[in-house]
């Protein structure tokens, strides 16, 4: 069901076809048009959305400016160039920092673009505005030619009682549709987008029900999916090693957990690892919230164990950690489930956005680390131990912090844990302090 400007809902039927490389967004983009009832047609590149373009005669097509074989230009300026598309409508999806302005559009003929990531509906509004100005146009052009008719004096009387006729069948269908509209459509969506949950494979993930495997779909990806959507849910990714898990709220991140490695699960490994708090006052904390139903970070601040303040920012260290790892993993099966977020999460709301960009920093960079440090069992000895040498070469308060733990006995995993810093930034100080010759591998 949708709206139109004049007021009026109607169901959504014409065929889209979208053009995208990337498997994550054209299964996000079918599953949202095909829940407004459009008939969705899919291309991975540009070469075959041209084929597909020429047999399934879209009524509008999504074309991605950044794709392998033929991008987005290429594509809009051969489907231009033909005559059969000269009038059907295009929207061209660009990515944030691509260089799409209005002369480009106007040059292509492109009807309009549109900026990802986005929010469903207000793709739906835009793929909306652009059928429905079509569909205005082709009835101005037909009430045209049928005025024109109408002034040749054979036509006019012809003309007079259809017209009477359509009108009084328009009235009666879009009361009909209204009523239906108003009443099963909505349920029918709901029993739709409900399937595809557990033990069943329909080809298009359904909100609650994405399950596969990380050979198919990459953990970004996922995430992107999420917060385009606004999920709120628990996304679990199984390893041999064990498992994490990161929680949505409207699309943004609340809270991360993982059990590789040894860590400790959920709040546990939050409060004990993360933020240190000691075992007698986290026995009492997690006491007194189980007996009082108070959030565990209120509880923290009116025991004086640690300040709302203190306990969001080590809520966010953990979580972005962990998330960062997980961005890593090539490996293992995922589920999206409707588990909500801890309670005690609330004070997190991170953009998957900005995740995505510092981790894929970090993964960049944790490739050129692990040339050196392949892994956290390796254990480094000082080279020196003048504190002036030290500051004389322009290290970090990190690197410094990091340094004065290098004993020849300690492994890597053993300063993470003791110095309370995440395992990339310490195996980065670690890095540099290797690179400028400050210490070395214990053979």
Request: aromatic share 6%.
């Amino acid at each position: 069901m949708l709206l139109l400007s004049h007021g009026e809902q109607v169901m959504a039927g014409e065929k889209i076809l979208n053009i995208d490389d990337s498997p994550t967004v054209q299964r996000l983009i079918e599953m949202i048009l095909a829940s407004q009832g459009y008939k969705v047609v899919l291309a991975s590149d540009g070469e075959e959305g041209i084929a597909k373009a020429k047999s399934e005669r879209p009524e509008l097509i999504l074309v991605d400016f950044v794709m392998p074989k033929m991008n987005g230009y290429q594509v809009c300026k051969t489907l231009k160039d033909d005559p059969e598309f000269r009038d059907t409508p295009i929207i061209l999806v660009t990515s944030k920092g691509d260089k799409v302005g209005s002369k480009f559009v106007d040059t292509l003929g492109i009807t309009e673009y549109f900026t990802k990531p986005f929010q469903p509906e207000e793709l739906l509004s835009k793929i909306r505005e652009v059928l429905d100005k079509k569909a205005e146009e082709a009835a101005a052009a037909r009430a045209a030619m049928a005025a024109k008719a109408r002034s040749a004096p054979a036509a006019a009387p012809a003309a007079a009682a259809p017209q009477g006729l359509e009108a009084m069948i328009a009235n009666i269908v879009r009361k009909a549709l209204d009523e239906f509209a108003a009443t099963t459509l909505p349920a029918l969506i709901r029993q739709e987008l409900g399937r595809g949950g557990a033990g069943e494979d329909t080809g298009v993930p359904a909100p609650g029900g994405i399950r596969g495997n990380l050979a198919a779909f990459r953990i970004i990806e996922l995430m992107q999916m999420l917060a385009l959507q606004r999920h709120t849910g628990r996304l679990v990714i199984t390893r041999k090693e064990g498992r994490a898990e990161i929680f949505f709220k409207e699309g943004a991140v609340a809270f991360a957990g993982s059990t590789l490695n040894g860590s400790l699960p959920g709040v546990d490994g939050l409060l004990r690892k993360t933020c240190r708090v000691d075992e007698d006052g986290l026995q009492h904390a997690l006491r007194i919230a189980g007996m009082t139903g108070q959030p565990i970070d209120g509880v923290l601040a009116q025991e004086r164990l640690m300040d709302q303040k203190a306990f969001a920012s080590c809520l966010r260290r953990h979580t972005e950690a962990v998330v960062f790892k997980a961005m890593a993993w090539t490996e293992g099966d995922f589920v999206f489930d409707r588990e909500a977020p801890p309670v005690f999460a609330n004070p997190v709301a991170i953009k998957v956005d900005d995740l995505i960009l510092e981790g894929t920093r970090r993964a960049d960079e944790w490739i050129l680390i692990q040339q050196k440090i392949p892994n956290l069992s390796v254990v480094f000895e000082p080279l020196i131990g003048n504190a002036e040498e030290l500051t004389r070469r322009g290290l970090s308060a990190a690197d410094l912090k990091v340094f004065s733990m290098v004993d020849g006995r300690r492994s890597v995993q053993d300063i993470v844990d003791v110095a309370m810093m995440a395992d990339f930034e310490v195996a980065k100080s670690l890095f540099i302090l290797l690179s400028v010759g400050l210490i070395r591998k214990k053979k």
